[in-house]
């Protein structure tokens, strides 16, 4: 059972930056994607970004060429970079890891992030 823990959301002003972490209990190298998903209340949990074991990544439309996923295996961490933050990116931000052996799938318990004035 992998546990993965969600760090670096907070308050914000349109237009500022933050970093999420992820940091799993294992290496991540056992992971075969590591996600970032948000949920806003009333809504569908959306997929914001993916970085696969190969280093390959994918975006959300809405949030392409603002934000940046990274992992650094040394650390067992993946990294959520987001800038030009806009107010409708404020929601719950939830890493979510599918393992390479039975597809297990894990989800932390999920990091506040808010951008407002």
């Known amino acids: 059972q992998v546990q993965l823990v969600e760090s670096g959301g907070g308050l914000v002003q349109p237009g500022g930056s933050l970093r999420l972490s992820c940091t799993a209990s294992?290496?991540?190298?056992?992971?075969?994607?590591v996600a970032w998903y948000r949920q806003v209340p009333g809504q569908q949990r959306e997929l914001v970004a993916s970085i696969r074991n190969s280093g390959a990544t994918n975006y959300a439309d809405s949030v392409k060429d603002r934000f940046t996923i990274s992992g650094d295996h040394a650390k067992n961490t993946v990294y959520l970079q987001m800038n030009s933050l806009k107010i409708e990116d404020t929601a719950v931000y939830y890493c979510?890891?599918?393992?390479?052996?039975?597809?297990?799938?894990?989800w932390g318990q999920g990091t506040q992030v808010t951008v407002s004035l």
């Open positions: 979510y890891g599918i393992s390479w052996v039975g597809s297990n799938e894990f």
């Open positions: 294992e290496s991540i190298s056992s992971l075969y994607s």
